[in-house]
């Protein structure tokens, strides 16, 4: 069955860099199209980033484009977001997904001094 397993989040200081890992299994990885996605605390599900099946196309919602980074080894099933200069409004629940059915536990990102 598809897993999708999210790791590397934690508590970062505004401007602060992090850089979160998807471990995918279940399905063949270099298939799909992939996307980040994020819940802030009381707030709705906000899609973040997303990119092509073999790596060639990448796409970030405004307030994040040219802070994070979306990119993906499919030799080694596992999707990343690298995310630098960090803000505090970044604070979130992040997930890995394949949308729209897919996702992972998620995993948490608190940006804060």
């Known amino acids: 069955q598809v897993q999708l397993v999210e790791s590397g989040g934690g508590l970062a200081q505004p401007g602060g860099s992090l850089r979160l890992s998807c471990a995918a299994s279940?399905?063949?990885?270099?298939?799909?199209?992939m996307s980040w996605v994020r819940q802030a605390p009381g707030k709705g599900l906000e899609w973040v980033s997303g990119?092509?099946?073999?790596?060639?196309?990448?796409d970030y919602i405004d307030s994040v484009k040219g802070r994070f980074t979306i990119f993906r080894d499919n030799a080694k099933n596992t999707l990343y977001l690298q995310m630098n200069s960090l803000k505090p409004e970044d604070t979130a629940l992040y997930y890995c997904?394949?949308?729209?059915?897919?996702w992972g536990q998620g995993t948490e990102v608190t940006v804060s001094s």
């Open positions: 997904a394949i949308m729209p059915n897919y």
């Open positions: 279940g399905f063949t990885f270099s298939n799909y199209a």
């Open positions: 990119i092509y099946s073999d790596g060639s196309d990448t």
